[in-house]
């Protein structure tokens, strides 16, 4: 005889004493274990009756890694650092211990640039981390490599690695047909990515590719396809620029004039020339400024906005997209055969000088031109002058060379402290020169002594645990002496000025550690 599924459910639920199965006999002991046995038996016969299921296709294999293997200490500290990646603490007071979290970006990003690859069974707490943080994406899912792409097309939760568009980097530039068929039916991401990858290469075929679909395509996907061609921007791109020009997209045919304004000989360059020209002229007095009183169509089509910001006067607007878009190597012959540094010596009449210096920094930057770039930086300005507000300086450094750049930065800080140089020090090369390190090490050293509020200097600090070199660690343990409370100084200033010298004394001698264990020499 047996009993229903349901039933046997039921009584287990309500206990044999208030429900006892009918197949069930004896006192309560008895019952409690003749409803397990009838529970058993019932497993078994519904199991029996289960035809077994269809096996699914099995993935395919992953591509093979030829990457070599991470030295064994690299391996171990790389799963050191992703157990601990979330780091320690919370809050200002971060204590003396490295911060293991802002470790991990520096040591994937130097992995990377060796050519390791990431050992099979750390690629789940790899990509798990890069999930977390999109910081870590790039250099986590480069690291990954085949076999972490090929577990994000297993696990719905690591499918930012499809998206990333590593996909697109699979398609050979040799192999056309792949590259085509990619190009058509690949997703957004990997289509980006593709034409990323081409760009370098094949800078012809990937513009040919693009406007192979670009009528088809939506405006926002526009757009970031005609981003890739900043790589190998040329003369041959001209013609598809000047026809996006009249894009459907206002986005679209900005960025169109931005591109044709960095190539200087240009037609779209010529006709801002010209226009830049009739507005900037040189008079007995100096250099006098007339600018547009109206924003025309042809003026539009070429990329100026003619509504200007909140706050901002529209002939002031205009102007500035004028000269910005404008070549540089228009304005020597315009002002009598002057070099960039004669020409930003001159006055500049009724008060229109940061307006046009501010658009001759724009310029300097978008069109990499260094001694524009050098001339209007000029030296660091001396301790009793303020510092200029035109422009931005450090997007003129970026373009500087690294040593240059590096030394500017340093004679800036060595006058001025650290209040204005964060953006300074962001754009300078990794590790930062001898000289900067020291200079950068001096002034927190100097804003200790003088009691200064602590906590202002955190963001500098976490740079300097970044991009320090490592042999500066020495430099800086001499510092990590607790030092007597200033008396104007803020409280509790000594403490932590203690504890953040040494914890960026150990992330130093930390990150020393981790690139010899890269390279091989650790233990």
Request: proline share 8%; with cysteine; hydrophobic share 45%.
């Amino acid at each position: 005889m047996s009993i229903r599924w349901d039933d046997l459910v039921g009584s287990a639920l309500l206990g044999t004493e208030r429900r006892r199965p009918a197949i069930v006999a004896g006192d309560a002991d008895e019952a409690a274990a003749g409803l397990l046995d009838a529970a058993a038996a019932g497993v078994v016969r519904r199991r029996a009756g289960v035809r077994p299921g269809v096996a699914r296709e099995r993935p395919p294999l992953a591509a093979p890694d030829t990457r070599p293997a991470l030295p064994e200490a690299a391996r171990r500290r790389l799963g050191r650092l992703l157990a601990d990646r979330t780091g320690g603490g919370s809050g200002n007071r971060r204590g003396s211990a490295p911060n293991l979290a802002e470790l991990l970006p520096q040591w994937l990003a130097e992995a990377v640039r060796l050519g390791y690859g990431a050992p099979d069974e750390l690629l789940p707490a790899l990509l798990d981390a890069a999930r977390a943080r999109t910081d870590l994406r790039a250099d986590a899912v480069a690291l990954a490599g085949p076999r972490g792409l090929w577990l994000a097309g297993l696990n719905p939760d690591w499918k930012f690695v499809l998206r990333s568009g590593h996909r697109g980097l699979t398609a050979a530039p040799e192999d056309p047909e792949a590259v085509r068929k990619l190009w058509e039916e690949g997703l957004f991401a990997e289509r980006v990515a593709l034409l990323t990858r081409l760009r370098p290469a094949d800078p012809a075929g990937a513009l040919a590719l693009l406007e192979s679909t670009w009528s088809g395509e939506r405006a926002e996907d526009r757009l970031m396809f005609l981003d890739s061609l900043r790589v190998g921007l040329s003369a041959a791109d001209e013609p598809f620029l000047e026809r996006a020009l009249t894009d459907r997209s206002r986005n679209v045919r900005s960025t169109a004039a931005e591109l044709l304004s960095a190539l200087p000989d240009s037609a779209l360059a010529g006709r801002m020339a010209d226009r830049a020209r009739s507005c900037v002229s040189l008079g007995p007095e100096g250099i006098t400024v007339e600018a547009p009183y109206e924003c025309d169509a042809a003026m539009e089509r070429d990329g100026v906005a003619p509504k200007p910001p909140n706050g901002r006067g529209e002939r002031a607007w205009w102007l500035g997209q004028l000269v910005d878009a404008a070549p540089l190597s228009a304005w020597p012959a315009r002002f009598g055969g002057r070099s960039p540094a004669e020409i930003i010596a001159l006055p500049v009449l009724d008060d229109w000088k940061p307006d046009l210096h501010a658009a001759w920094c724009r310029a300097a930057v978008r069109q990499h031109d260094t001694e524009w770039a050098r001339a209007l930086l000029g030296p660091p300005p001396a301790q009793a002058s303020p510092v200029a507000a035109v422009g931005d300086p450090a997007k003129l450094l970026s373009i500087l060379p690294e040593a240059e750049r590096a030394a500017w930065v340093a004679d800036f800080i060595a006058t001025h402290g650290l209040s204005e140089a964060f953006q300074m020090l962001g754009v300078c090369a990794v590790p930062w020169t001898e000289a900067l390190g020291r200079a950068v090490v001096d002034a927190l050293d100097i804003a200790r002594d003088a009691g200064s509020y602590p906590w202002s200097f955190s963001g500098v600090m976490g740079l300097a645990e970044r991009c320090l070199d490592p042999g500066a660690s020495e430099q800086v343990a001499v510092l990590s002496a607790a030092a007597e409370e200033s008396p104007d100084g803020s409280p509790g200033a000594g403490a932590y000025w203690s504890e953040a010298f040494q914890r960026l004394t150990g992330t130093l001698r930390l990150r020393a550690v981790m690139l010899a264990e890269l390279r091989g020499s650790g233990t």
